[in-house]
């Protein structure tokens, strides 16, 4: 894919995703694809934009300000990245959804800006479904107790799951890692929470979007098959 343009990668990636939803007899509208732009410069961000890709992920805050301001309104921005708690207070109604709450301090701080914002944030609650000690997250047993506080902070809904497979899983695992997470947010949807509706799965990068897909990802964070290679 290397010497391919990114129209032609967005291409390609976007029907691999159509030949994963019809292996897994789910509805072609069930799955949206997140161009990660994190360190691509604003160019090739642009060239993905005219080729029709609307929504984009960043995990640094510094970096998605930069690129808001270059890119036009229709864009919607996804927050990927581990969320520092000192930079929340960047936020703003720009943000679409943000996949990485995993931590009482970053709900409260969340809560604490919309407030004075007037603005109620979406968000994914991470998920450490690999009990990867290199990864970020919540343990599936913690999550329910979790999803109980987010009714005191009604700044903040939840609207589903996130996870990041163990880096050195191999890919068996890894599908057994998306399987668990759905597993997890199908035993929890018979519950009803204030604030929280889980109804996405955020999981699934370029190395195992297709498996993710399969098991039941809504949200695939694909970077390098789109944009090649960072130098």
């Not at 159509?18 to 997140?34: F, G, H, P, Y």
């Not at 609307?54 to 890119?71: L, P």
């Not at 921005?77 to 301090?105: C, E, F, M, P």
């Not at 407030?115 to 919540?138: C, E, F, H, S, Y």
Request: glycine share 6%; charged share 30%.
């Amino acid at each position: 894919m290397e010497d391919l343009g990114i129209q032609q990668r967005l291409i390609e990636v976007r029907q691999r995703i159509l030949r994963a939803i019809e292996r897994s007899n789910r509805n072609c509208a069930a799955v949206k694809l997140l161009t990660v732009s994190k360190t691509q410069p604003i160019q090739k961000i642009q060239e993905a934009y005219q080729v029709g890709q609307r929504a984009f992920a960043e995990n640094r805050i510094q970096e998605w300000q930069e690129k808001v301001s270059h890119m036009p309104d229709d864009c919607e921005w996804h927050i990927v990245g581990r969320l520092q708690t000192n930079k929340v207070k960047y936020l703003n109604d720009k943000v679409a959804l943000i996949h990485s709450l995993d931590r009482l301090s970053l709900l409260e701080a969340l809560n604490e800006h919309g407030r004075r914002q007037g603005l109620i944030w979406a968000a994914l609650v991470q998920v450490n479904i690999a009990r990867d000690p290199a990864k970020a997250g919540l343990a599936p047993e913690e999550v329910p107790d979790f999803l109980n506080l987010i009714k005191e902070y009604p700044f903040v809904n939840v609207r589903g799951l996130m996870t990041i497979g163990a880096l050195e899983a191999s890919l068996q695992d890894t599908r057994e890692f998306f399987r668990q997470l759905r597993n997890l947010r199908d035993s929890l949807q018979s519950r009803s929470w204030p604030g929280v509706d889980l109804r996405d799965l955020s999981m699934g990068m370029s190395r195992d979007y297709e498996l993710a897909i399969e098991e039941g990802a809504t949200l695939v964070r694909v970077g390098r098959q789109i944009f090649g290679e960072r130098g």
